[in-house]
């Protein structure tokens, strides 16, 4: 158990729909990270956010956004979601920003199936 | 940019034996972090060891080791005595200061243990 949580475990919905993912990062974390891993795409950085606030961005699209809250729990919201958004969603942590020696804890993952 | 090449998609391996999984990189940072992580037919993705750029020794984990060639960029992953339950798919990662230290995924590696 990584200590990083994430709801719900699966996710079905249809197309255009809009969904909400839930994140918790192990005590102490600050740094919150959103992947989606995908058959075609392997897997891929979204977004990180720091204490709060948005730090970096990858390959996001702009009907999918994000926010981490004062308590440092994350949510990552998609909408207008089409059968390709259809992927295995991760959140992972780490304890601070500027390292790269950081190791980054996953979640179980999140997996999203749109119909 | 930073890139991460997994040449391997399967192996097999016989209970007991040790095999090895490549991964090269690419980067012009001199400040950077190797990661490897497994998946399980689960899902989740469990770190298993780290490496980083500055450490002058390779890194250990119980079974895990890691063959870091700097000059060769190369960081595969050895694993000693394997089990049945180290069936799994792995992957090598990176993260670099510059870019925000996501972590940069390779393709992965599906390894099956033969009994």
């Known amino acids: 158990d990584s200590g990083v949580t994430q709801t719900p475990k699966h996710l079905i919905t249809a197309t255009g729909q809009r969904v909400t993912l839930r994140c918790s990062p192990r005590?102490?974390?600050?740094?919150v990270y959103w992947y989606q891993q995908s058959l075609d795409q392997g897997l891929q950085f979204l977004i990180q956010?720091?204490?709060?606030?948005?730090?970096a961005k990858g390959n996001i699209l702009e009907r999918f956004s994000a926010q981490q809250f004062p308590d440092l729990h994350s949510e990552l919201n998609l909408s207008s979601l089409e059968l390709g958004d259809s992927a295995l969603y991760f959140c992972?942590?780490?304890?601070?920003?500027?390292?790269?020696?950081?190791?980054?804890?996953f979640g179980p993952g999140t997996r999203l199936t749109v119909l | 940019a930073q890139k991460i090449t997994q040449t391997q998609p399967g192996m097999f391996v016989q209970e007991k034996e040790a095999v090895t999984l490549d991964c090269t990189y690419d980067?012009?940072?001199?400040?950077?972090?190797l990661f490897w992580y497994k998946q399980p037919s689960s899902g989740e993705m469990i770190f298993l060891i780290y490496?980083?750029?500055?450490?002058?020794q390779n890194a250990t984990e119980g079974r895990y080791s890691l063959n870091f060639q700097k000059a060769r960029k190369s960081a595969n992953l050895v694993i000693s005595a394997s089990q049945l339950g180290d069936s799994a798919m792995y992957f090598c990662?990176?993260?670099?200061?510059?870019?925000?230290?996501?972590?940069?995924f390779g393709g992965g590696t599906r390894v099956l243990v033969k009994p």
């Open positions: 956010y720091y204490n709060g606030e948005e730090r």
């Open positions: 490496q980083g750029s500055y450490d002058q």
């Open positions: 992972a942590s780490s304890v601070s920003l500027g390292s790269p020696t950081d190791t980054q804890y």
């Open positions: 005590s102490g974390d600050l740094s």
């Open positions: 990662a990176m993260s670099v200061r510059d870019a925000g230290n996501k972590l940069t």
């Open positions: 980067t012009s940072d001199p400040s950077y972090g």
